[in-house]
C-alpha cells in the first residue's frame, strides 16, 4: 500500500500529536494500577515481615540459629541485623517480588514479570538451602561435643582434632546437599566432593598399607602370643571339668572303686 503524500503538515503534526496522546491517555490507568499495586504491596510486605520477626523472636529463633552457626554466618556476610531479622528481611522481600509480578503485568509488560516470576519459583530452594544449613549446623555442634566425650573417656589421643574432623564432615555433607537444592553448579561441586572423598579414602588406606605394616603386625603378634600364653590354662581347665564329670557319673551309679590317679598339676 502506498502512502498518501502529505498535502498539509499542520494537520500531520495534529494526527501525530492526537495519536501519542491517546496512547499516553489510555496507559494512565496501567500506570495508576501500576503504582497502586507497588504501594499497597510494599506496605503489606512490612508488616508481614514485621509479624514474622516478632514470631521468631518470640520462640527464641535466635537462640537456636547461635546454636547451630547460623548466626554468625549471617553476621559474616555484613549483616547488621539478627537471625530472625534477617529471615523478616527475606520473606518481607519475597512478597515484594510477588508484587512486582503483579505490578508489571498490570503495566502490560509480561517479559519483565516472566523473568520475576523465574526468580520467583527460584527462591523456596534457597529459603530450603538455608533450613538444610541450620539443621547440619546442630547436628555438627551435636556430633562435635559427642565425640569429644566419648573420645576422651575412651582415653583416645587428640579428642579435640577427631571431634572437629567430625563436624567438618557434618558441613560438608550439608553444603554438598545445600548447593545441589539451589541448582548452582551442581555437577562441578558434586565432582568435587566426590574427589576429595576418594583422595581421603586412598590417602588413609596407603597411610595404612604403607606405614602401618609394623603397627598391624604387632597387634596380630600380640593377640597370638597372649592365645600361646592362654592354651595350657584352657587346657588344664578342660581336664578338670572332665574328671569333675567323671566323679559325678561314679557317684550317680553308686561305685565304691577307689578314684583313678589324678594328673598332677
Same mark, same amino acid.
Given at each position: 500500500?502506498? /502512502?498518501?503524500?502529505?498535502?498539509?503538515?499542520?494537520?500531520?503534526?495534529?494526527?501525530?500529536?492526537?495519536?501519542?496522546?491517546?496512547?499516553?491517555?489510555?496507559?494512565?490507568?496501567?500506570?495508576?494500577?501500576?503504582?497502586?499495586?507497588?504501594?499497597?504491596?510494599?506496605?503489606?510486605?512490612?508488616?508481614?515481615?514485621?509479624?514474622?520477626?516478632?514470631?521468631?523472636?518470640?520462640?527464641?529463633?535466635?537462640?537456636?540459629?547461635?546454636?547451630?552457626?547460623?548466626?554468625?554466618?549471617?553476621?559474616?556476610?555484613?549483616?547488621?541485623?539478627?537471625?530472625?531479622?534477617?529471615?523478616?528481611?527475606?520473606?518481607?522481600?519475597?512478597?515484594?517480588?510477588?508484587?512486582?509480578?503483579?505490578?508489571?503485568?498490570?503495566?502490560?509488560?509480561?517479559?519483565?514479570?516472566?523473568?520475576?516470576?523465574?526468580?520467583?519459583?527460584?527462591?523456596?530452594?534457597?529459603?530450603?538451602?538455608?533450613?538444610?544449613?541450620?539443621?547440619?549446623?546442630?547436628?555438627?555442634?551435636?556430633?562435635?561435643?559427642?565425640?569429644?566425650?566419648?573420645?576422651?573417656?575412651?582415653?583416645?589421643? /587428640?579428642?579435640?582434632?577427631?571431634?572437629?574432623?567430625?563436624?567438618?564432615?557434618?558441613?560438608?555433607?550439608?553444603?554438598?546437599?545445600?548447593?545441589?537444592?539451589?541448582?548452582?553448579?551442581?555437577?562441578?561441586? /558434586?565432582?568435587?566432593?566426590?574427589?576429595?572423598?576418594?583422595?581421603?579414602?586412598?590417602?588413609?588406606?596407603?597411610?595404612?598399607?604403607?606405614?602401618?605394616?609394623?603397627?598391624?603386625?604387632?597387634?596380630?603378634?600380640?593377640?597370638?602370643?597372649?592365645?600361646?600364653?592362654?592354651?595350657?590354662?584352657?587346657?588344664?581347665?578342660?581336664?578338670?571339668?572332665?574328671?569333675?564329670?567323671?566323679?559325678?557319673?561314679?557317684?550317680? /551309679?553308686?561305685?565304691?572303686?577307689?578314684?583313678?590317679?589324678?594328673?598332677?598339676?
Amino acid at each position: 500500500m502506498v /502512502n498518501a503524500p502529505v498535502g498539509d503538515w499542520g494537520t500531520a503534526v495534529m494526527s501525530s500529536v492526537a495519536a501519542a496522546l491517546a496512547i499516553l491517555l489510555s496507559s494512565i490507568p496501567k500506570v495508576i494500577g501500576f503504582a497502586l499495586i507497588l504501594i499497597i504491596g510494599w506496605l503489606v510486605a512490612s508488616a508481614i515481615a514485621a509479624v514474622v520477626a516478632t514470631v521468631l523472636r518470640a520462640v527464641h529463633f535466635n537462640d537456636l540459629a547461635k546454636r547451630s552457626g547460623f548466626a554468625g554466618f549471617v553476621q559474616q556476610m555484613g549483616i547488621k541485623r539478627d537471625s530472625a531479622g534477617f529471615l523478616a528481611d527475606l520473606a518481607k522481600w519475597f512478597v515484594r517480588l510477588i508484587v512486582l509480578v503483579a505490578a508489571f503485568d498490570a503495566l502490560g509488560l509480561p517479559a519483565v514479570s516472566t523473568v520475576l516470576q523465574q526468580l520467583l519459583l527460584w527462591l523456596p530452594n534457597l529459603v530450603v538451602a538455608m533450613v538444610v544449613l541450620v539443621l547440619a549446623g546442630l547436628a555438627a555442634n551435636a556430633l562435635h561435643g559427642l565425640v569429644r566425650g566419648a573420645t576422651a573417656e575412651a582415653g583416645l589421643g /587428640n579428642p579435640e582434632l577427631l571431634a572437629n574432623i567430625a563436624r567438618v564432615a557434618v558441613w560438608a555433607f550439608a553444603i554438598v546437599i545445600a548447593v545441589n537444592q539451589i541448582g548452582i553448579a551442581t555437577a562441578l561441586v /558434586n565432582t568435587l566432593f566426590m574427589a576429595t572423598i576418594g583422595a581421603l579414602a586412598l590417602a588413609l588406606g596407603l597411610s595404612f598399607g604403607l606405614g602401618g605394616r609394623e603397627t598391624a603386625a604387632q597387634i596380630v603378634r600380640g593377640w597370638y602370643e597372649r592365645s600361646q600364653k592362654a592354651a595350657p590354662r584352657m587346657a588344664e581347665a578342660a581336664d578338670r571339668m572332665q574328671l569333675r564329670a567323671e566323679d559325678s557319673a561314679q557317684t550317680a /551309679n553308686g561305685t565304691t572303686s577307689a578314684p583313678a590317679a589324678r594328673p598332677v598339676a
